[in-house]
């Protein structure tokens, strides 16, 4: 997705767990679309061992003008 970035709100670390809310940027069709989501993360020995991403997919699809409407 051209213009792709992810605008970070907020980090929450609780010993091998991350979690970090952000604004997911883009352009979709001529579009700009701003998503809200979350990413959870599992770290082990420095690393993500795990990431797990929730955002608003109808959202995303709406803001694009794929939701058929």
């Known amino acids: 997705m051209p213009g792709l970035r992810y ?3 907020d980090v929450v670390a609780d010993g ?3 979690c970090a809310s952000y604004v997911l940027h883009a352009r979709v069709n001529d ?3 701003a998503v809200r989501g979350m990413m959870h ?3 082990r020995d420095g690393a ?3 990431r797990t991403d929730y955002w ?3 959202v ?3 803001q694009a003008g794929l939701d058929g409407s």
């Open 7 to 9: 605008e970070v709100r």
């Open 16 to 18: 091998d767990q991350v």
């Open 31 to 33: 579009r700009d679309v």
């Open 41 to 43: 993360f599992t770290v």
């Open 48 to 50: 993500i061992a795990r």
């Open 56 to 58: 608003d997919s109808a």
């Open 60 to 62: 995303f699809l709406r």
